[in-house]
């Protein structure tokens, strides 16, 4: 008979870092390093982050951006926006899809701005709900990226990222936020959450994530990539 081979072992992989919480402080070091704290929505005010978040909503950033400046030269403040013609804002931003339910929308965030705020965006979470077309996300968007203030948005790139990650185990935005800001410092809010976005954008995609080229794959639960451990 001929003698028996040995079975070669499977190669071991890294002991994962344990808990949530440990990923979580690992992921916001890791994404600091690569990625700026910022949105790639083109802005100059809070009120034309307010305005583009509202358009952003299922279509691209590079389009959005692409239409905006126009819609602002054409309507530069609340007021302007507020009075405006629908036909010719729909005829602006008809190449972001959905244009006259958006159309809509982002009149009548004017006119709640005007009516209740003098054309001010307001800087806290529970007022910018008051305004049409503005759920928690779009008002963590502004409150980080427009005032500078702690807020930790969650849109479908966080949902999948922080799934993956195993920071948590939910598709709900309002756990998933509250959360993941139980876990890092309220600084670090903001930058989490825009990095994730861009992160996802770029790396951790939806259908093929591409973790061979993802810096957090020595430690990420989903990973198809994890590098073999040191013996």
Request: aromatic residues 6%.
């Amino acid at each position: 008979m001929p003698p028996k081979t040995k079975k070669k072992k499977a190669p071991l992989l890294p002991r994962l870092p344990r808990g949530a919480r440990t990923r979580a402080l690992l992921t916001v070091q890791r994404l600091r390093e690569a990625y700026p704290a910022a949105t790639e929505l083109a802005h100059e005010n809070t009120f034309q982050l307010l305005i583009a978040t509202i358009l952003s909503a299922q279509t691209t950033d590079k389009m959005v951006n692409l239409v905006t400046p126009k819609l602002f030269a054409r309507y530069p403040t609340p007021f302007d926006l507020a009075a405006a013609d629908p036909a010719e804002v729909e005829a602006i931003i008809k190449p972001t899809g959905f244009f006259r339910a958006k159309t809509r929308r982002i009149i009548a965030a004017s006119r709640t701005l005007v009516e209740l705020f003098e054309g001010v965006v307001p800087s806290n979470m529970d007022d910018l709900l008051k305004i049409p077309g503005i759920g928690r996300k779009t008002a963590n968007v502004i409150l980080g990226a427009g005032f500078n203030e702690p807020g930790f948005a969650v849109d479908t790139h966080v949902i999948r990222l922080t799934n993956r990650l195993k920071l948590v185990s939910s598709r709900d935005p309002v756990k998933i936020e509250r959360q993941v800001t139980s876990m890092v410092a309220k600084e670090e809010w903001t930058g989490l959450s825009l990095r994730l976005i861009l992160h996802g954008r770029r790396i951790c995609i939806a259908r093929r994530p591409r973790c061979e080229e993802c810096i957090l794959n020595d430690f990420c639960p989903s990973s198809t990539t994890r590098p073999k451990a040191a013996k």
